[in-house]
């Protein structure tokens, strides 16, 4: 049964419309853990640091994607929820063309300054021809990555996110299938672990291009639109936060890099990469509930259906809560067998990497708050409290914490860093929830 933005929605119905977005961006991040793990085992450990160099780089990078996904799909769902079609499609359309144009532009900048980015970052010798070969690569797939990522909305809100589940799947298992054929097969190295990620990402930009430029079964269709200025820039507004929080994590794990340099070395940046990795999975299924229910949350604010938006928002944080609780358990228990997973061949670097993770986790019970928190708000046309929710969570807190923790606990400083930072945000949220529930209504 087909399930609509209009719906009542009971926890399984909620359950079965974020299942595939959840899914979704589980498979989305296999494109950096599948590189990890294929050159940390088949490569070597300096290309491995190169990839978790330059992997923030290219996350960076590829904001635009969720800035135009999350703001655009807010403002889309919103007229959708008003009855104007049409504009719903007009807007869509806009805002599709205004990401293939900025993120071809950002693909031509990486790729000419890639050699004064890795060394700006500390690559050197063999670890700088390895971030320049890799990083080169993946930012000329930039524009399918950032398409990608936007496409990854607004198929929640054409009401079609199983078809978008299912294109994340052909483009993850795409990417892991040349991952073994290029590194393992062909021995190309770190150069076949990049093309690898390139191809996945631009199936996953290319292909919904295709569907929605055609007569489909969803809400939305790519077709002729005009430059409009002011729903371009509210859209932007909107997915700041969201834009603002991808970059902000990309800043600050390249400065959580350089304090591991100085503490660890190579390991520290191998150790941090592992983790990363793990962490990607854990936190794309939050990420994964904010982009289902997001739409939802528009499209009844919307329609003016205040009944219903309180009936999402008790449900989501109960949802968001257990979820939490459930992911601290299933990292501390599973912590040393997934480490070895990527470090099982230095037992040095598995011991160092098991006790960072397992400080590290503690996050899991609260960060989810923070990221439906200000999708939240994203989703109600609030970008300036969803930004600021972001900003605080993923910059400010987070560096301040990381200068400071590790002059306190040395390198157990920085992997309880995160859990200081998010604890610091969910402060903030809670603070905004309580400021923004009379002008709202949710609860």
């Given at each position: 049964?087909r399930?609509?933005?209009?719906?009542h929605?009971?926890?399984?119905r909620?359950?079965?419309?974020?299942?595939?977005?959840?899914?979704?961006m589980?498979?989305?991040?296999?494109?950096?853990?599948v590189?990890g793990?294929?050159v940390?085992n088949?490569?070597?450990?300096t290309?491995?640091?190169?990839v978790?160099?330059?992997m923030?780089?290219a996350?960076?990078?590829?904001?635009v994607?969720?800035?135009?996904?999350t703001g655009g799909?807010?403002?889309?769902?919103?007229a959708l929820?008003?009855?104007?079609k049409e504009?719903a499609?007009r807007?869509?359309s806009?805002?599709?063309y205004?990401?293939i144009?900025?993120?071809?532009v950002?693909?031509?900048?990486?790729?000419?300054?890639?050699?004064?980015?890795?060394r700006?970052l500390?690559?050197?010798?063999?670890?700088?021809?390895?971030?320049?070969?890799?990083?080169?690569?993946l930012?000329?797939a930039?524009?399918?990555?950032?398409?990608?990522?936007a496409?990854q909305?607004f198929f929640v809100?054409?009401?079609k996110?199983?078809l978008?589940?299912?294109?994340?799947?052909?483009?993850g298992?795409?990417?892991a299938v040349?991952?073994?054929?290029?590194?393992v097969?062909f021995?190309?190295?770190?150069?076949?672990?990049?093309?690898?990620?390139a191809?996945?990402?631009?199936?996953?930009?290319v292909?919904p291009?295709f569907?929605?430029?055609?007569?489909?079964g969803s809400?939305?269709?790519?077709?002729?639109?005009?430059?409009?200025?002011?729903?371009l820039?509210r859209?932007?507004?909107n997915g700041s936060?969201?834009?603002?929080?991808n970059?902000s994590s990309?800043?600050?794990?390249?400065?959580y890099?350089?304090?591991?340099?100085r503490l660890?070395?190579e390991?520290g940046?191998?150790?941090?990469g592992v983790i990363?990795y793990?962490?990607?999975a854990?936190?794309?299924?939050?990420?994964?509930?904010?982009?289902?229910?997001a739409?939802i949350v528009?499209?009844?604010?919307?329609?003016g259906?205040?009944?219903e938006?309180?009936?999402?928002f008790?449900?989501s944080?109960?949802?968001?809560g257990t979820?939490?609780a459930a992911m601290l358990?299933?990292?501390?228990?599973?912590?040393s067998p997934l480490?070895?997973?990527?470090?099982?061949?230095?037992?040095?670097l598995?011991?160092m990497t098991?006790r960072?993770?397992?400080?590290?986790?503690?996050?899991f019970a609260?960060m989810?708050?923070?990221?439906?928190?200000?999708?939240?708000?994203?989703a109600?046309?609030d970008g300036?409290?969803s930004?600021?929710?972001?900003?605080?969570?993923?910059?400010?807190f987070?560096?301040?914490v990381v200068?400071i923790?590790p002059l306190?606990?040395?390198?157990?400083?920085?992997?309880?860093?995160?859990?200081?930072?998010?604890f610091?945000?969910?402060?903030?949220t809670?603070m905004?929830l309580?400021?923004k529930k009379?002008q709202?209504r949710y609860?």
């Amino acid at each position: 049964m087909r399930i609509q933005l209009s719906d009542h929605f009971t926890y399984q119905r909620l359950l079965r419309f974020v299942i595939s977005p959840v899914l979704m961006m589980v498979f989305t991040s296999f494109y950096s853990i599948v590189d990890g793990l294929f050159v940390s085992n088949f490569v070597g450990k300096t290309p491995f640091a190169a990839v978790n160099l330059i992997m923030p780089v290219a996350m960076g990078a590829g904001v635009v994607g969720f800035m135009v996904g999350t703001g655009g799909s807010a403002v889309v769902a919103m007229a959708l929820g008003e009855g104007k079609k049409e504009q719903a499609n007009r807007y869509f359309s806009m805002l599709i063309y205004a990401a293939i144009l900025i993120s071809v532009v950002l693909s031509g900048l990486g790729i000419v300054f890639m050699p004064g980015i890795s060394r700006a970052l500390g690559a050197e010798g063999e670890l700088l021809h390895n971030c320049v070969i890799y990083g080169r690569i993946l930012f000329a797939a930039l524009p399918g990555f950032v398409l990608q990522c936007a496409f990854q909305n607004f198929f929640v809100t054409a009401e079609k996110p199983g078809l978008s589940l299912k294109l994340s799947v052909f483009s993850g298992i795409t990417n892991a299938v040349l991952d073994f054929v290029f590194i393992v097969e062909f021995k190309w190295g770190i150069q076949g672990a990049a093309l690898a990620t390139a191809i996945g990402q631009i199936l996953g930009g290319v292909l919904p291009i295709f569907y929605f430029a055609g007569k489909n079964g969803s809400l939305l269709r790519l077709q002729k639109t005009r430059f409009e200025k002011k729903i371009l820039m509210r859209a932007f507004a909107n997915g700041s936060s969201e834009m603002v929080s991808n970059l902000s994590s990309s800043l600050v794990n390249i400065l959580y890099n350089f304090q591991l340099m100085r503490l660890a070395g190579e390991n520290g940046i191998a150790a941090y990469g592992v983790i990363m990795y793990v962490n990607f999975a854990f936190m794309s299924i939050f990420i994964g509930y904010s982009i289902g229910s997001a739409p939802i949350v528009s499209y009844q604010y919307g329609a003016g259906n205040r009944v219903e938006l309180k009936n999402l928002f008790q449900k989501s944080l109960i949802l968001v809560g257990t979820g939490g609780a459930a992911m601290l358990a299933l990292a501390e228990l599973f912590a040393s067998p997934l480490v070895r997973v990527f470090a099982g061949y230095d037992a040095e670097l598995s011991a160092m990497t098991c006790r960072g993770f397992r400080l590290y986790a503690l996050s899991f019970a609260i960060m989810g708050f923070n990221i439906w928190g200000s999708a939240f708000f994203t989703a109600l046309g609030d970008g300036g409290v969803s930004a600021a929710i972001s900003f605080l969570r993923a910059f400010v807190f987070q560096i301040s914490v990381v200068l400071i923790l590790p002059l306190l606990l040395g390198l157990d400083g920085i992997w309880l860093a995160i859990v200081v930072a998010e604890f610091l945000a969910v402060l903030v949220t809670v603070m905004f929830l309580m400021l923004k529930k009379k002008q709202y209504r949710y609860i």
